[in-house]
């Protein structure tokens, strides 16, 4: 069974940055994709690769990156807006198909 934590979430004024982390644990095959979500809305995807998508409302301002030998995604995010403001959930689908969520973490960005 797969689990992810993820961190980094909280409070900050706009134009302010967050680092979201988030760390998969449990036994699992290889990882295809590891993405993260606002609300339910994709914002960026990393590909196993290392090829990356995002959102056309972050781009230029969210980077996502991994570190495989810590089954860990990182979501880099700066000049922060308000609408910006939500849960953000990590997921990764591995090769097989399965697909596993976070709990989510909070981001809020104050005017």
């Known amino acids: 069974q797969v689990q992810l934590v993820e961190s980094g979430g909280g409070l900050v004024q706009a134009g302010g940055s967050l680092r979201l982390s988030c760390t998969a644990s449990?036994?699992?095959?290889?990882?295809?994709?590891m993405n993260w979500y606002r609300q339910r809305d994709l914002v960026a995807r990393i590909f196993s690769d290392g090829s990356t998508t995002y959102d056309d409302s972050v781009k230029g301002r969210f980077t996502i990156s991994k570190e495989n030998a810590k089954n860990t995604v990182y979501l880099q995010m700066n000049s922060l807006k308000p609408e910006d403001t939500a849960i953000y959930y990590c997921n990764i689908v591995q090769s097989n198909g399965v697909g596993s969520w976070g709990k989510g973490t909070l981001v809020t960005v104050s005017a």
């Open positions: 449990g036994v699992f095959v290889s990882i295809n994709t």
